[in-house]
């Protein structure tokens, strides 16, 4: 038995008169509860109960240690509950971590509404294109892109985000647009350095295998934005997310190129320190994005 079982089963022993009916109530045998107050006693080196025909009263001493058992026994049960409604409402602070482009452009809107339905929560909402450890930032959860390394965290698809080819209208005038990947050597390609194979951009058809295709170009970065930007500007040819290029595509900035090779996508997964006894805040913030990423989520007429 525990120690504050313990102090438990002391205080419903005074409470009750009985060492029988303090058993019977915390589901034990009487034996074992009196040799757990005995024990109690011995560890104190005092008295705490007067034993008789007529039932169990506390020692002056008892009294006293009965008063402060009852605050600790309080205070716990107080604890219980508390950490019990934090465990099972969706409330308190919610730590949100992804990665900068698509916590942007996707996740922030998503989680506006969500909060919406969820008054009593608080949202602390960080951006990063770097790994982060969710322990030790105290991280609830994570949306992550690509395909999860196995670990101990607990996680959950959620679907999948695919990417597209795109230049400037401009760029295909001046320089001619590839009508398959092997024409991609004639042309600048703008090298996202994160993914996607870095400077190999991979294609596939439904009747093909995949091709493996080695760019070249002057504009390499990390950041999604500059690339996309690159791309308006007519710097050469880029591979992105829909999720960052749909407003080109909207506008006429950009259009698709290679329209009928297909490339691969990545999967999106909601990430958390553990599989067991998720919050409820983590697991309602889950569902409503599964919710969410359904369909075609990431075309223009969606966003």
């Known amino acids: 038995m525990d120690r504050i079982q313990a102090l438990l089963l002391f205080t419903r022993v005074v409470d009750l008169g009985s060492f029988s009916r303090a058993a019977a109530e915390l589901g034990m045998g009487q034996p074992s509860a009196t040799k757990q ?7 104190l080196g005092a008295r705490l109960l007067h034993r008789s025909t007529h039932g169990v009263t506390p020692t002056e001493v008892g009294k006293l240690y009965y008063d402060k058992c009852k605050l600790i026994v309080h205070h716990d049960e107080e604890a219980r509950s508390v950490a019990s409604l934090m465990q099972s ?19 922030a809107p998503m989680v506006s509404n969500f909060m919406r339905t969820h008054p009593l929560l608080r949202v602390d909402l960080s951006f990063d294109d770097r790994y982060v450890n969710l322990v030790e930032q105290g991280v609830d959860v994570a949306i992550r892109m ?3 390394a196995d670990s101990s965290l ?8 695919p990417w597209v080819v795109v230049a400037s209208p401009n760029y295909l005038r001046e320089h001619g647009a590839p009508t398959q990947p092997a024409d991609l050597a004639a042309h600048d390609a703008l090298v996202y350095s994160t993914v996607q194979g870095d400077a190999i951009w991979h294609f596939s058809t439904a009747h093909e295998s995949t091709q493996a295709i080695a760019v070249n170009g002057r504009l390499r970065s990390n950041n999604l934005s500059v690339l996309l930007a690159a791309a308006r500007d007519g710097f050469g040819i880029a591979v992105l997310p829909h999720y ?15 329209d009928g090779w297909n ?12 599989p067991r006894l998720v919050p409820a805040k983590v697991q309602e913030l889950v569902a409503w994005l599964k919710s969410e990423f359904t369909d075609d989520w990431w075309r223009p007429a969606r966003r």
């Open 37 to 43: 107050i005995a024990r109690m006693e011995k560890e």
């Open 89 to 107: 409402q969706v409330q308190g602070v919610l730590r949100i971590s992804t990665s900068i482009a698509f916590g942007r452009r996707v996740l």
């Open 146 to 148: 690509g395909r999860l």
């Open 154 to 161: 607990g996680a959950t698809y959620l679907g999948v985000s």
């Open 244 to 258: 960052v290029a749909h407003d080109g595509l909207r506008t006429g900035e950009l259009v698709p190129v290679l």
């Open 263 to 274: 490339l691969p996508t990545q999967e999106i997964h909601a990430v958390f320190p553990s």
